[in-house]
T-cell receptor, first 114, second 111 residues
Framework: SAVISQKPSRDICQRGTSLTIQCQVDSQVTMMFWYRQQPGQSLTLIATANQGSEATYESGFVIDKFPISRPNLTFSTLTVSNMSPEDSSIYLC???????????FGPGTRLTVL | QKEVEQNSGPLSVPEGAIASLNCTYSDRGSQSFFWYRQYSGKSPELIMFIYSNGDKEDGRFTAQLNKASQYVSLLIRDSQPSDSATYLCAVNVADDYKLSFGAGTTVTVRA
């Protein structure tokens, strides 16, 4: 599998501010995804990051709150905008490899909003 | 109705025993099935995937799939304390690249 890195690994932010999370893959991948994992919960897909076009958002997630960029096949960013304490979560990026849609995850970004 | 359901935990097993994890899914068009292991404070790690009915073995792990019953399971043989983690079942729906995740089952292996 490709090696995925994320920055920052964790952050503590004030409400009303924004944080941009970076995801870097060490090889070109066609599909990248962003997930949220709230405390004690499973993974919820936020959006699919599409190279060269707008991200595809899941129900309940909007571009104004979670703008995503995908400038090339190895990099993507997720911004959490106008944060509130409810945004405190782990944010994970993943890539899709293989013919059976296997996904591999980065180490995650642990976000705490005060 | 949730798309992917896992047996509620936590599941506690003695060291050396078999841990059995179950997962059911609602979409009959599902084609690929995945088991992820997530240690506390870490990201999910893919440990098994299966797409054909029957059993698939990898070391101490066996995945079992029964599409007619819409059921997939994971057996961990000779459980070790290092197997203590949350196990997430994920399902890929046909003609879609996305995964749907279950809520996870937390396994504790008692030494």
């Amino acid at each position: 599998s490709a090696v995925i890195s994320q920055k920052p690994s964790r952050d503590i932010c004030q409400r009303g501010t924004s944080l941009t999370i970076q995801c870097q893959v060490d090889s070109q991948v066609t599909m990248m995804f962003w997930y949220r994992q709230q405390p004690g919960q499973s993974l919820t897909l936020i959006a699919t990051a599409n190279q060269g076009s707008e991200a595809t958002y899941e129900s309940g997630f909007v571009i104004d709150k979670f703008p995503i960029s995908r400038p090339n096949l190895t990099f993507s960013t997720l911004t959490v905008s106008n944060m509130s304490p409810e945004d405190s979560s782990i944010y994970l990026c993943s890539d899709r490899l293989g013919p059976y849609n296997e996904q591999f995850f980065g180490p995650g970004t642990r976000l705490t909003v005060l | 109705q949730k798309e992917v359901e896992q047996n509620s935990g936590p599941l506690s097993v003695p060291e050396g025993a078999i841990a059995s994890l179950n997962c059911t899914y609602s979409d009959r068009g599902s084609q690929s099935f995945f088991w992820y292991r997530q240690y506390s404070g870490k990201s999910p790690e893919l440990i098994m995937f299966i797409y054909s009915n029957g059993d698939k073995e990898d070391g101490r792990f066996t995945a079992q799939l029964n599409k007619a019953s819409q059921y997939v399971s994971l057996l961990i043989r000779d459980s070790q304390p290092s197997d203590s983690a949350t196990y997430l079942c994920a399902v890929n729906v046909a003609d879609d690249y996305k995964l749907s995740f279950g809520a996870g089952t937390t396994v504790t292996v008692r030494a």
